[in-house]
């Protein structure tokens, strides 16, 4: 948990594109005495959710923004209604009108977050689930790749998502650029990267494979228009409620075209091969 004493040791000045002070739902006051009275090195205890627990999830967002800290979602519930926002975000960037038994896609960077039985998991190391350890949010079945070197053609992938992943390399637009060169005309990518103002300011994350960069929905915008508006359509920005995260879809310009075993290359029966005299046969 070293990192969230750095996320607690930051200034606290407010963020330049804060929302105007009549929209807040605490004051300033408040605000001040919670703080104080939060244990600020580890977000983890329990004392934070007694002195945060009475707020409702809003206004525990809108205290992550205004002093610097890592957004807090309290009990199960929460937690999984942001994780299911997240991927029901994500799976947008699959085709319409089709089903995740009739497309190709994979999940970059799954760690040990699978999504969907059905969809190919991307990681940089496997290990069993459950396991105890550095290394335990790591599904065992996964493709080992870098997300900038997958190990498919271009053109051949119906769809990508990526889930807390971009945020961990440095070039960002590089990396889409190249996710858009491996999809079919017409397919997507789904991302969901943490919006800083909610969790951390990566120009104070020292860790080697840790925050890269520091997203927000206007950068992103920003980053479509400059760099990926030539290969694809910016289809959804920001689409849910929760503001520890954000998603983005991106659609390969084209029209889609899914794989149709009845449309491919006639094979040829064994006889037919036999009697062209190409027939491999063993005595």
Request: with cysteine; net charge negative.
């Amino acid at each position: 948990m070293n990192f969230l004493k750095r996320i607690f040791a930051q200034d606290t000045e407010a963020h330049a594109d804060a929302p105007s002070k009549d929209g807040f739902l605490l004051s300033q006051e408040r605000v001040d005495a919670l703080r104080a009275a939060m244990n600020a090195a580890n977000i983890c205890d329990p004392i934070n959710l007694e002195v945060l627990g009475d707020l409702s999830m809003e206004e525990r967002e809108e205290f992550a923004f205004r002093t610097g800290t890592l957004a807090l979602y309290v009990g199960s519930e929460e937690v999984g209604e942001l994780q299911a926002s997240e991927e029901q975000a994500a799976l947008k960037a699959m085709p319409k009108g089709y089903g995740l038994d009739q497309l190709n896609g994979i999940n970059v960077g799954c760690g040990g977050r699978i999504v969907d039985e059905q969809i190919t998991p991307i990681d940089i190391m496997r290990c069993p689930m459950g396991a105890s350890g550095e290394h335990a949010e790591h599904t065992p079945r996964a493709l080992l790749a870098l997300p900038d070197a997958l190990p498919f053609r271009e053109n051949s992938l119906d769809f990508i998502i990526a889930l807390h992943m971009l945020e961990h390399v440095g070039n960002p637009h590089e990396v889409i650029r190249y996710f858009l060169s491996l999809l079919k005309p017409g397919g997507g990518i789904g991302i969901v990267v943490p919006d800083w103002r909610y969790t951390w300011d990566a120009r104070h994350d020292v860790a080697e494979f840790g925050h890269k960069w520091n997203c927000t929905p206007a950068l992103v915008q920003s980053l479509y228009d400059e760099h990926w508006a030539d290969l694809c359509d910016l289809e959804a920005l920001d689409t849910y409620r929760h503001k520890m995260s954000f998603d983005f879809v991106l659609r390969k310009h084209g029209d889609f075209t899914p794989f149709d075993v009845t449309k491919a290359p006639r094979q040829k029966s064994g006889k037919e091969l036999s009697d062209e005299g190409a027939f491999l046969h063993g005595e």
